[in-house]
């Protein structure tokens, strides 16, 4: 029997990851290789990733990017935004989008960091999310001295057993 939405089953938070899949450096024109899904210095770039929404989603869904500053760098702060786009099949693909603007991120060399936590308040079972994040390299207040790898997105919400 598939789970329904609604069946007064008991609730919990559920928390997953979902690595980057693909990169863009818009300075040079260049989709990044798969296995370096990183985010160049001095460049414009953005990393994706994709997820559907699952049949035990019930609300509350919130996503947060996580990466790192590469080991060669010093400290400094990366100039990060963040997108995300969902709509159903059949749908636009950007029925629904989430900005959060570009602002001064902390890094630090090989140390795992966080963007700041976005809610998809029209979230829906089935949706095809569509995860963007761009680091603006180009900009002086970009002062990391070095790449920036996305590891991917950190989503929690509610579901159903």
């Known amino acids: 029997m598939p789970i329904t939405k609604g069946l007064g089953l008991l609730q919990r938070t559920r928390t ?22 990183k985010m160049p210095i001095s460049k414009s770039s953005w990393v994706y990733g994709h997820w559907v929404i699952p049949v035990d989603f ?11 500053g590469s080991a ?3 400290s400094g702060y990366g100039m990060l935004g963040a997108t995300y786009r ?3 099949v059949g749908e636009e693909w950007d029925t629904h989008e989430h900005f959060s603007a570009t602002s001064q991120v902390s890094m630090s060399i090989s140390t795992i960091q966080a963007f700041k936590t976005v809610a998809l308040p029209s979230a829906e079972i089935g949706d095809v999310v569509t995860f963007l994040c761009q680091r603006n390299g180009v900009s002086a207040s970009d002062t990391f001295d070095s790449d920036i790898f996305s590891q991917g997105w950190l989503i929690s919400y509610t579901a159903e057993y």
């Open 58 to 68: 019930v609300s509350d869904l919130s996503i947060q990017w996580i990466g790192f």
């Open 86 to 88: 969902y709509g159903q």
């Open 72 to 74: 060669d760098g010093t």
């Open 16 to 37: 997953v990851m979902v690595s980057s899949d693909v990169g863009w450096n818009a300075t040079d024109d260049l989709v990044l290789a798969e296995d370096q899904v």
